[in-house]
């Protein structure tokens, strides 16, 4: 069984993508959600070895929940290894809708300036389309 930089790389070379982030930019992403947002904005992710986003179709509307920009985030499940070359891309809603009972309805929390401006701080290139961002990982 080859090791996942390898299969990563055979990927990357067949599909033909070029990089658009480095272990810097992930690293300071990540910490920019923990320590200057105000909430940790939920997120979906891709890999490059992954066909498709099975999340994806549930992210097209404002979620309840938030996102875990903990440690843990970008560690591969089956090894513990630091796995930011494996991303393909994190979309990104800095948004939430926030349960406030169940007879009132929830209440938007949009942190979208604040996480722009992280963005734009780290000089990190994203895309947004609505209220999504896509951080590139390749492309």
């Known amino acids: 069984m080859k090791d996942l930089k390898t299969q990563v790389n055979e990927v990357i ?6 990089s658009c982030m480095n272990n810097t930019k992930w690293r300071e992403l990540r910490e920019g959600m923990v320590n200057e947002m105000p ?3 939920p997120f979906i992710l891709k890999t490059v070895l992954e066909e498709t986003c099975p999340d994806e179709p549930f992210f097209q509307s404002d979620v309840s ?3 875990d920009w903990g440690e843990d985030f970008l560690c591969y499940p089956a ?3 630091n796995r930011w070359f494996v991303i393909e891309w ?4 800095p948004r939430y809708l926030e349960r406030r009972g169940r007879l009132v309805p929830p209440r938007l929390v949009d942190a979208s ?14 895309e947004q389309q609505d209220d999504v961002y ?3 990982g390749y492309r």
């Open 90 to 93: 994190v979309k990104v809603r």
């Open 13 to 18: 070379a067949k599909r033909g993508l070029g």
């Open 79 to 81: 090894t513990g290894a």
């Open 113 to 126: 300036a604040a996480f722009e401006a992280i963005l734009r701080k780290y000089h990190i290139p994203f």
């Open 39 to 41: 909430f940790p904005p």
């Open 134 to 136: 896509c951080i590139y």
């Open 65 to 67: 929940y938030w996102g």
